[in-house]
């Protein structure tokens, strides 16, 4: 089980959270103008990445607040919170083993 | 285990019963009588370790259950015998040898039915077809229901089913208790049983056998296997496919196929593409050898819980997928727990069995939670992915489509539904609710 810092609480155990996916897929400005492809890039394409990931979880069980988790995929360690709207903090060489 | 061959001397040692070259014993009760005389210490090694040639017709990445299907399908129906198989790690050290191993076809949508059914037929046929036995137990398939809405879509799936010309049948509550009596059908249970949809035609299969079997009537057609050969690049030129990175050098190809499950965005992504898939843990467990209970599997979507019991008496489990996106082969604890608490409300009588082990593998979701059996836009360059947590029966049906679409740069009628392109136009394959745990 993960242990998560909130922003707003402090450390959690995981099930007090909610997993939402691949953070940062900004909704588009004027969806009608959007070809299928780059609508179905929008709605269905995800990085996937193997390593530092940006994601977003939601305090659902506690606050009930979203906030964004970079955390590496190989070794699940958490290497940053932010808050939801934060431009992701570069983490320089530290980018969690096994990647 | 992969070795080098290049020290003819140490192969020879290594493989002490076939030399490179030599043909494939078929095995037969003759054969295991010769083999008995000798103390069984002779049996020639199943497939050969080449070096990796220069260049091949077709590359496939990923010896997992489904590229081995796909090599040896493209060499026995369409005469393709000049393949590798690249494998980053050993033979069925992916998702094909951590699976609870449940065969069925009873999918709800007619693309599904299709190619699941193929699949099943192809298994009907396997042990003969590729002379090995992947010891396919057809002992019945059970899914349950637990509320009305789950009787309802139930019902809807037998009748569905058998439209499509699979065999299935719906058993009420009482129905169930006769056909697995250590079932718990007390209406006072926490998710009690309604009823449950049947397919007597489904059942489990030995997993390694189905890599291995595959693996040494591939490499008996010519097919080269090549394991510890990890991928690390796609090579193209102006939009099509001219070979791979790997670990152990260039090795150009006139086509490419990437069946590599939990890395499917991984190894994509060395040719720039996007896609719509998620990799996630799925764990399995199995508890100590007991004798003979369970004579069936069963399975529950509502409460995430599927077991059936191996020959060696061991019951194996699946638990659910864990949320978060992960490529590290293991699952977290509370996800056993959760699957391990409604487990002994259905089965009370395991209430004292000890779990001996569990394990996880890397499973690809997509989101309509159906495959993609496809072309890319990139030329030569074929995709096979989206199993997600059920990909382990359609190994047969998979590997037997995939190989005619790579064969013939076009897809079968049963994977064209499964095209990369369904995200665009929209017409998903939407097996979420409809083939409820999809295993
Ligand atoms: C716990 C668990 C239970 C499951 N239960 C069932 C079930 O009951 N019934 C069912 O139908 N399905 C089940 N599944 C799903 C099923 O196992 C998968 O859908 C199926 O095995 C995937 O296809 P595969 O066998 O080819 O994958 P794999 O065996 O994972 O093969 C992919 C291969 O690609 C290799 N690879 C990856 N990257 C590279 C690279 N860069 N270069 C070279 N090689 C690479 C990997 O090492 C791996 O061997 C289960 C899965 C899990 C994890
Ligand atoms: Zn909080």
């Avoid at chain 1, 997993?19 to 780059?38: F, T, V």
């Avoid at chain 2, 050969?48 to 997992?64: A, C, F, L, N």
């Avoid at chain 2, 019991?309 to 977290?332: C, H, I, P, T, W």
Wanted: charged residues 20%.
């Amino acid at each position: 089980m993960l242990y998560i810092d909130c922003p707003w609480c402090g450390k959690r155990n995981e099930t007090e959270f909610h997993y939402g996916g691949e953070a940062h897929i900004a909704r588009p400005e004027d969806p009608s103008a959007l070809s299928d492809e780059q609508w179905a890039d929008f709605l269905f394409m995800r990085k996937n990445l193997k390593g530092p990931y940006a994601e977003r979880w939601c305090h659902s069980n506690g606050c009930r607040r979203w906030f964004n988790v970079i955390r590496n995929t190989v070794s699940h360690e958490i290497l940053a919170v932010y808050k939801m709207g934060e431009t992701p903090p570069d983490l320089g060489p530290k980018k969690g083993e096994g990647v | 285990m992969a070795h080098s061959n290049s020290d003819a001397g140490a192969y020879a040692r290594w493989n002490p019963g076939r030399k490179q070259g030599e043909p494939m014993v078929k095995y037969s009760i003759f054969t295991i009588a010769r083999n008995a005389m000798t103390s069984h210490k002779n049996w020639p090694r199943q497939w050969r370790s080449p070096e990796p040639k220069p260049e091949y017709d077709v590359i496939i990445i990923g010896g997992g259950g489904h590229g081995l299907a796909t090599a040896y399908y493209l060499a026995k129906e369409h005469g393709v015998t000049n393949v590798a198989v690249l494998e980053k790690g050993w033979l069925g050290g992916g998702n094909t040898a951590r699976n609870t191993t449940i065969v069925r076809s009873n999918y709800l949508w007619d693309e599904s039915a299709a190619i699941y059914e193929k699949s099943l037929q192809l298994w009907e046929g396997l042990s003969q077809d590729i002379n090995y036995n992947v010891m396919l137990s057809q002992r019945g398939v059970l899914n349950l229901a637990h509320n009305l809405g789950d009787v309802r879509e139930g019902v809807r799936r037998v009748n569905a089913n058998r439209l499509n010309g699979v065999d299935a049948e719906w058993l009420d509550a009482d129905g169930v208790k006769e056909f697995c009596p250590i079932i718990n059908i007390s209406k006072s249970a926490r998710h009690p049983v309604l009823g449950a949809t049947l397919q007597r035609r489904g059942g489990v299969a030995r997993h390694d056998s189905v890599a291995w079997g595959f693996a040494r009537a591939a490499d008996a057609r010519g097919v080269d296997i090549i394991q510890n050969c990890e991928v690390t690049g796609i090579l193209r030129d102006g939009g099509k496919v001219t070979g791979v990175e790997t670990s152990r050098g260039t090795i150009k190809a006139k086509k490419v196929a990437m069946v590599t499950a939990g890395h499917s965005s991984v190894v994509a992504n060395m040719a720039g593409l996007r896609l719509p898939v998620e990799s996630h843990p799925l764990q399995a467990l199995v508890s100590e050898p007991i004798k003979p209970v369970i004579n069936c599997v069963v399975m529950s979507g509502a409460v995430h819980v599927y077991v059936s019991q191996s020959d060696k008496g061991e019951l194996v489990m699946g638990a659910g997928v864990d949320a978060f996106n992960s490529y590290g082969q293991r699952g977290s604890f509370h996800v056993i727990e959760h699957q391990l608490g409604a487990c002994l409300e259905l089965f009370p009588i395991f209430s004292r069995v000890r779990m001996m082990r569990s394990w996880g593998g890397i499973v690809d979701v997509c989101p309509d939670a159906s495959p993609i059996i496809s072309k890319t836009p990139v030329e030569g360059l074929y995709i096979n992915c989206g199993w997600g947590t059920g990909g382990f029966k359609a190994t047969p049906g998979s590997g037997w489509a995939f190989a005619h679409t790579v064969a013939k740069d076009e897809p079968h009628p049963l994977n064209a539904p499964f095209s990369l392109q369904r995200f665009e136009t929209g017409a998903l394959i939407d097996e979420h609710g409809a083939a409820a745990v999809a295993h």
